[in-house]
């Protein structure tokens, strides 16, 4: 495992680059879109999928590439990581996620900061945030442990791009994705009075969904226990 400081630095460029492509790519498929918001929001779905599969294939192996304090917080409650260490990755996940937003107004003249007014909030809202978290989760747990890096990053960059179409709130999943994004009036905004509600909705996906994963992987166990045994009887028997 790498020491903290290169894990914190590793979390920090990728959640930066990550709010740098969330923002950037709403900002240039706004522009570039005519006005045709499903366009606008085809690129940026494209994008933001694109970026996020190749930032975890470069940052996963240095600090497991969570960029999410939802996915840090499901990590230490199963024991992959260090609950003292928890804190400074949100820190730097926060703090990056500011800097992602101001790299990309930069690129795009826009004001350093600003805050959003892109109304989202209501239950359907809410609960696209749960399903959407829940589902993020889910993908991570199912295939962090069975299948390679590559792999894993393209079902969780398959799943993102996916469900910014099928989530009525088009899937932020991510607590610091969402603060930063309150901080950009534009296509990819959020007005702050609204953060509050997304940001319990995507707790409550993220503990629901290792609670479920934990059950899976429970009566995996216990299936592959049982099966070692019989193989043992058996070959006991042989004897």
Known sequence: MAPLSKRLAA?????AFLLAAIIGSGIMGERLSGGNVAIALLANSVATGCALGALI?????ISGAHFNPAVTLA???RGEMSWRDVVP???VQLAAAFVGVMT???MFNEPLLMSAAHVRTDFPQWWSEFIATFGLLSVIWGCARRHSLPTTALAIAGYITAAYWFTGSTSFANPAVTIGRAFSNTFAGIRPDDVVGFLIAQ???GAVAT????WFSSEMAQRSVNAQRTVKASTDVGR
């Open 11 to 15: 979390e920090a460029l990728g959640t």
């Open 57 to 61: 294939l470069v940052f996963g192996p």
């Open 75 to 77: 990590m230490a409650s």
């Open 89 to 91: 990755y949100i820190c």
């Open 104 to 106: 990309a107004h930069m």
């Open 203 to 205: 707790l409550l996906g």
């Open 211 to 214: 609670l479920v994963w934990w």
